[in-house]
């Protein structure tokens, strides 16, 4: 018995690293395997991913009850795949926004070179490090300026 509960606490920990859906399915799949001929073990290993894996390690997911090691493992997978899809998305929307701060940046140095000439060292780095806000701000002072320090004022 001891034996058996090393290796679901190992099991757990390997569930634990495992970092595609696919992956925790499939470990759930060997597990359920390894120790079909003890209910009672399958049974407090399902009650352990549950209650540690999913509720202490990951609190934002939603877990159901289930007492079944196959139904624990696979709404594990499950809920990773879908916070993956999350991170995914929020990183897409991340880049798309930097994207465009950098188009507004690239398109604002241009119309201050037209307007003033090469621009110094100084105002490419304002430029590279503005936040949307003072981007619009510049933009909107350029047909007015009379100098380009005017169009960085405070």
């Given at each position: 018995?001891?034996?058996?509960?090393?290796?679901?606490?190992?099991?757990?920990?390997?569930?634990?690293?495992?970092?595609?859906?696919?992956?925790?399915?499939?470990?759930?799949?060997?597990?359920?395997?390894?120790?079909a001929?003890?209910?009672?073990?399958?049974?407090?290993?399902?009650?352990?991913?549950?209650?540690?894996?999913?509720?202490?390690?990951?609190?934002?997911?939603?877990?159901?009850?289930?007492y079944?090691?196959?139904?624990v493992?696979?709404?594990?997978?499950?809920?990773?795949?879908?916070?993956?899809?999350?991170?995914?998305?929020?990183?897409?929307?991340?880049?798309?926004?930097?994207?465009?701060?950098?188009?507004?940046?690239?398109?604002?140095?241009?119309?201050?070179?037209?307007?003033?000439?090469?621009?110094?060292?100084?105002?490419?780095?304002?430029?590279?490090?503005?936040?949307?806000?003072?981007?619009?701000?510049?933009?909107?002072?350029?047909?007015?300026?009379?100098?380009?320090?005017?169009?960085?004022?405070?």
């Open positions: 018995m001891l034996a058996s509960l090393q290796n679901a606490v190992a099991a757990t920990i390997r569930l634990k690293r495992q970092e595609t859906a696919e992956d925790i399915a499939r470990l759930g799949a060997a597990m359920r395997a390894w120790f001929g003890d209910p009672e073990l399958q049974h407090i290993l399902a009650l352990w991913i549950r209650e540690y894996l999913l509720r202490d390690l990951k609190p934002e997911l939603d877990v159901p009850e289930s079944d090691l196959r139904a493992t696979m709404q594990f997978a499950e809920r990773i795949k879908e916070q993956i899809r999350q991170r995914e998305q929020s990183a897409l929307q991340q880049g798309l926004q930097e994207g465009v701060l950098q188009g507004e940046a690239l398109l604002l140095q241009r119309m201050l070179t037209r307007r003033f000439g090469p621009l110094p060292e100084w105002a490419r780095q304002r430029l590279e490090d503005a936040t949307s806000n003072e981007l619009e701000t510049w933009a909107d002072r350029v047909l007015d300026a009379a100098r380009l320090e005017d169009v960085f004022a405070r």
